[in-house]
């Protein structure tokens, strides 16, 4: 089986209904700094990331801005919590690729933006979690 490219752990999302309740539990208690803040009206969902003490991973909480979100649908099945895992690769079309051939279709096909593209594997395609894989560089939260 030929490697999907993968750079390294980019970060960790989780999904809740007020990300402000979450912020004390991750500034105060575990020492994260929040970095950005961000919204989406197109996806129905707002989030702030923060960076990881001793590391360069970042933390995201996500949480949804409208009551048809993909995110409240999510809340309202599994309540909060992990919602994906996302690692960085070298090429997102390769890694499309690698998958198909071991039967994976990504979730939702490869998506670009103007300084990124991404993918998702679905959680029943990857043991339970959701995995987004992208390559480029976030915009500037």
């Excluded at 993968?6 to 929040?34: Q, S």
Aim: hydrophobic share 40%; no cysteine.
């Amino acid at each position: 089986m030929r490697s999907l490219g993968i750079k390294r752990l980019d970060h960790v999302a989780m999904a809740v209904r007020n990300v402000e309740e979450y912020l004390p539990l991750l500034t105060e208690f575990l020492g994260m700094k929040v970095v950005g803040r961000w919204r989406s009206e197109e996806e129905k969902y707002a989030g702030v990331t923060l960076d990881v003490p001793g590391g360069n991973v970042q933390w995201e909480v996500v949480q949804p801005t409208s009551d048809d979100s993909f995110l409240t649908r999510f809340l309202k099945q599994r309540g909060p919590g992990l919602h994906h895992v996302t690692f960085q690769v070298e090429d997102v079309e390769k890694a499309a690729e690698i998958l198909r051939r071991r039967g994976i279709e990504p979730f939702g096909g490869v998506r670009t933006g103007s300084t990124w593209k991404e993918l998702f594997i679905h959680p029943r395609d990857s043991g339970g979690l959701l995995i987004q894989l992208f390559e480029g560089h976030w915009p500037d939260s």
